[in-house]
Nanobody, 124 residues
Framework: QVQLVESGGGLVQTGDSLRLSCAASGPTFSSYAMGWFRQTPGKEREWVAA????????YYANSVKGRFTISKDNAKGTVYLQMNSLQPEDTAVYYCAARPPGTVYYAGDSYVHWGQGTHVTVSS
């Protein structure tokens, strides 16, 4: 059974940084590729960042490229999202998710396991 638990969200000011964590239990990293999404009330879920299946490549949405970095620690079973130069438009609930091989990294429907989300609020 795969379980994903996000943490690290909070209230920050414009320009600040946060690091989100996603602790994974079960055969996650050996069976799935990981990604991060975010969602604001009234808006569609937005893909943010992802690993390729081999984890040799990382992918980012244009809105966060150059500011956010996805990484992981296999020994700890944890995926991270380092967020720098945060802007008010980054305010959202952030979710980590896991997808099986051979699926599209930016499509929410590719992901079969999701965490409960962690809130990030960036004040101006």
């Amino acid at each position: 059974q795969v379980q994903l638990v996000e943490s690290g969200g909070g209230l920050v000011q414009t320009g600040d940084s946060l690091r989100l964590s996603c602790a994974a239990s079960g055969p996650t990293f050996s069976s799935y590729a990981m990604g991060w999404f975010r969602q604001t009330p009234g808006k569609e879920r937005e893909w943010v960042a992802a690993f390729s299946w081999s984890t040799t490549n990382t992918y980012y949405a244009n809105s966060v490229k150059g500011r956010f970095t996805i990484s992981k620690d296999n020994a700890k079973g944890t995926v991270y999202l380092q967020m720098n130069s945060l802007q008010p438009e980054d305010t959202a609930v952030y979710y980590c998710a896991a997808r099986p091989p051979g699926t599209v990294y930016y499509a929410g429907d590719s992901y079969v396991h999701w965490g409960q989300g962690t809130h990030v609020t960036v004040s101006s």
